[in-house]
């Protein structure tokens, strides 16, 4: 199985800051990688697809990068609907594994 | 609009049997793949099953596999699991995910979710 883990765990930034977030994979993925948000007592929010592509109706403050192993999902000028969790995804290959997530949280 | 509606969470004895639904509406049904996914209480996101567009291709993580049953019907737009032989650990939300392309696991639309709770 793939695992994906992502980096920090946790984060606090402030409303208008920029911030980054990254997944490693255990193994190559090419860019099967996608990007979720998920707010508290939400459902998941699919953000990115294919590392970079931005999913339809997602603003473009939201952006990621990465293939292989090393990917990033950066956020600019954070605003107070953007504390929330964020995960990683592959799909390249079954089981279909997630990160841990990283909590974005208001300093 | 492309909604899904998950529907049959509620509890359960550990050892007993549960099925979920998964209305579809607003995409042709039969042309996407789709996956169930779980999120325990206070925990992230956990894969369980992926079923083709045609229901004849079926993937499951090995925590379920051999107790969960992925289905669909195209003619009635609605994907099912059947979930046996249930556990403590399987208490959880149940989202159903509709892929973004074909049968591809990568998921553009997610259901608000169904809770399901297995206890004594």
């Known amino acids: 199985d793939i695992q994906m883990t992502q980096s920090p765990s946790s984060l606090s930034a402030s409303v208008g800051d920029r911030v980054t977030i990254t997944c490693r994979a255990s193994q190559g993925i090419s860019n099967y990688l996608a990007w979720f948000q998920q707010r508290p007592g939400k459902a998941p929010k699919s953000l990115i697809y294919?590392?970079?592509n931005l999913q339809s109706g997602v603003p473009s403050k939201f952006s990621g990068s990465g293939s292989g192993t090393d990917f990033t999902l950066t956020i600019s000028s954070l605003q107070p609907e953007d504390f929330a969790t964020y995960y990683c995804q592959q799909y390249n290959s079954y089981p279909i594994t997630f990160g841990q997530g990283t909590r974005l949280e208001i300093k | 609009e492309v909604q899904l509606l998950e529907s049959g969470g509620g509890l359960v004895q550990p050892g007993g049997s549960l099925r979920l639904s998964c209305a579809g509406s607003g995409f042709t049904f039969s042309t996407y793949g789709l996956s169930w996914v779980r999120q325990a209480p206070g925990k992230g996101l956990e894969w369980v099953s992926h079923i083709g567009g045609s229901g004849a291709n079926t993937y499951y993580a090995d925590s379920v596999k051999g107790r969960f049953t992925i289905s669909r019907d195209n003619s009635k737009n609605t994907l099912y699991v059947q979930m046996n032989s249930l556990r403590a650990e399987d208490t959880a939300v149940y989202y159903c995910?509709?892929?973004?392309?074909?049968?591809?696991?990568?998921?553009?639309?997610w259901g608000q979710g169904a809770l399901v709770t297995v206890s004594s």
């Open positions: 294919a590392a970079s």
């Open positions: 995910a509709k892929s973004h392309y074909y049968d591809v696991p990568y998921f553009d639309h």
